[in-house]
Each structure stands twice: as structure tokens, then as C-alpha cells.
DNA sequence: TGGATAAGTTTTATATGGCTAACATTAAAT
DNA sequence: ATTTAATGTTAGCCATATAAAACTTATCCA
């Protein structure tokens, strides 16, 4: 029985932003992550030495990065909940993209299985309700 | 022109404490704080003078502590966050209520103003379909 | 092929925030 | 009033995560 030691939003994050990369540009470079995070490029070969302590992602000094299958399970169930959350506050509340974006960015490290699996059958059940919005303004 | 700093979850959990042990028991106590936020005695100490410091709350060493309008201002942002994202966790999602109240906890620091005004007013809406649930058997 | 430049790394320092344990103060009990 | 227990503080340490700047390795290309 190992403890599952509760990964950081932080963690979360670089491992969000490798998949992300990986897709883009089939590799992840240390300093596109960098960029992406808005961080210099020195603090990320340090996270990179954990995360590949951790066994989440395939990590050699001066090559490229790649996710491990344990890291990659992490990153889609991130970037999932991304997308859910983002679509919720661009599309139905309407929030402007840039500001969706962010703020799915900090939820989506905010919610527990279970009420995000909640969050999403509840987003299916607005479909059923077209006239919703007669009341707003 | 002072740039506003934005307060750490940290600041803002610590905030939002005071204000719940305020309201139950006139007073916050450090040891409350303690026990409330599952930390040490000795953590928090070194805390309130950061938030002292920054004009948060009231504190002198050995007495009692309290909110300042400022702090309080925030507190009660928080407190009202923390309701309406467990009101909306636990009676439209269903979610259980402890953890309702977990995630509600950590979803009150993510969401930026404008996405939280906007979902307010969303959650409004809701009562206009009151047979939105047809879909989840 | 040998610089120049770009990318990656290392080291040192900083900031946050927690813990332990010893110490100080306050409050309670006898 | 004095002892005891509870509460609060201090000091030193650890972990996380970042920045700055110097240094190393790769890459490009003239």
C-alpha cells in the first residue's frame, strides 16, 4: 500500500503544459515550458528533476521531455477538466476568453473527482432547458 | 499609484477564520485559528503579524484578534464565495456535504470577480427550469 | 570547422509557510 | 497567593518554488 501523495497544482501545471507541447510540437523544450508557465528557464530544470523523481515524466539532462504514461493519465485528466471548465465560463456564462482561460486554469486544480464528474452531468442537463435564460436582464 | 498585491489562498483562508470564529465566539482566539485551519499554535503566530503588517487584522501580542475593515472586507468576499459554491456543490450537485465544504474551500480562491458575479447570476436562472433534472433518471 | 548564439544547467539567494521544541505569559484551581 | 495548566511566542529548521547570473552544451551557419 503506497500513499498517494497529493500532486501540487503546481505539478499539475508543468504536467498540463508538456502535454500540451508534446501535441504542438511533438517534443517539449525546457524553454517553451518556461514560456508557457512564465518562469525562467533555471526553475524549470529544477521541476523537471522532481517530476522525473516522481516517475511522471521521461527526463535527460539537454534532451527533450516526454510525459510517462503515469504523468500523461495526469495531464489529459487536467486538460479535460480545462476544457469542461473553461467552455462552462466562456460559452454558458459568457465570461471573456482570455478571463475563462485563467480562471479554469486555478479551478481546475480546485475540484475533486467527484464533484467535477457531478459538475459535468449537471452541464448536460442544461441542454434540456433551452429558455434558461429568459431571466437574465 | 499603489499596485494592489494579490493575497495568497493562505491569506485569504486565514481571513476568512477569523471572520467565522468572530461571528461564532465574539473573539479569534490563536489556538481556534489553529485548530480551524489544522496548523500549529506557533504557525499561526507568525502569520497574524504578517497580516498585521499588511493592515489586515488587529493584533497585539497576547491579545485577542480582530479583523480590520479591510480585512473584514475580504473575509466576508470569501465567506460568501464559500456559501454559494457549497450551496451549489451540495444542493444542485448533489455532492456530499463534507465535501462540498472541502471544495468549496479551495474553488473560493480560483474564480476572479467576473466570474463569479456571472455565475451567481447564473445559478438564478436555474430556477427558471425547474424540470432540468428529467435527464438524469 | 570554428565561432556565435540559443538552449539547458548550476549555484546562490529569496519568499512563503509549515513544524518542533523551548520559553513566556495568562488564566484557573486549590 | 501560589501552583498548574492552557495559551501564545520565539527560534531554528525543513520543504516548495522561483529568480538571477554564471557556466555548459548544442546548434547553426558562414
Same mark, same amino acid.
Do not use: W
Given at each position: 500500500?503506497?500513499?498517494?501523495? +497529493? *500532486?501540487?497544482?503546481? %505539478?499539475?501545471?508543468?504536467?498540463?503544459?508538456?502535454?500540451? *507541447?508534446?501535441?504542438?510540437?511533438?517534443?517539449? &523544450?525546457?524553454?517553451?515550458?518556461?514560456?508557457?508557465? #512564465?518562469?525562467?528557464?533555471?526553475?524549470?530544470? /529544477?521541476?523537471?528533476?522532481?517530476?522525473?523523481? &516522481?516517475? $511522471?515524466?521521461?527526463?535527460? +539532462?539537454? /534532451?527533450?521531455?516526454?510525459?510517462? +504514461?503515469? /504523468?500523461?493519465?495526469?495531464?489529459?485528466?487536467?486538460?479535460?477538466?480545462?476544457?469542461?471548465?473553461?467552455?462552462? $465560463?466562456?460559452? %454558458? $456564462?459568457?465570461? #471573456?476568453?482570455? &478571463?475563462?482561460?485563467?480562471?479554469?486554469?486555478?479551478?481546475?486544480?480546485?475540484?475533486?473527482?467527484?464533484?467535477?464528474?457531478?459538475?459535468?452531468?449537471?452541464?448536460?442537463? $442544461? #441542454?434540456?432547458? +433551452?429558455?434558461?435564460?429568459?431571466?437574465?436582464?
Amino acid at each position: 500500500m503506497e500513499k498517494t501523495v +497529493p *500532486l501540487s497544482e503546481n %505539478i499539475e501545471d508543468y504536467l498540463e503544459t508538456i502535454l500540451a *507541447l508534446q501535441t504542438q510540437n511533438t517534443v517539449a &523544450r525546457s524553454k517553451d515550458i518556461a514560456e508557457k508557465l #512564465d518562469i525562467k528557464r533555471g526553475s524549470v530544470t /529544477g521541476m523537471l528533476k522532481k517530476l522525473a523523481a &516522481r516517475k $511522471l515524466i521521461n527526463y535527460e +539532462p539537454y /534532451g527533450y521531455v516526454t510525459l510517462t +504514461p503515469e /504523468g500523461e493519465k495526469i495531464a489529459k485528466k487536467i486538460e479535460y477538466r480545462h476544457t469542461v471548465l473553461k467552455d462552462f $465560463l466562456f460559452r %454558458i $456564462l459568457e465570461v #471573456d476568453e482570455a &478571463r475563462a482561460d485563467e480562471t479554469a486554469c486555478r479551478m481546475e486544480h480546485a475540484m475533486d473527482s467527484q464533484s467535477f464528474k457531478k459538475f459535468v452531468e449537471f452541464i448536460a442537463t $442544461l #441542454d434540456a432547458c +433551452p429558455y434558461r435564460k429568459q431571466g437574465m436582464e
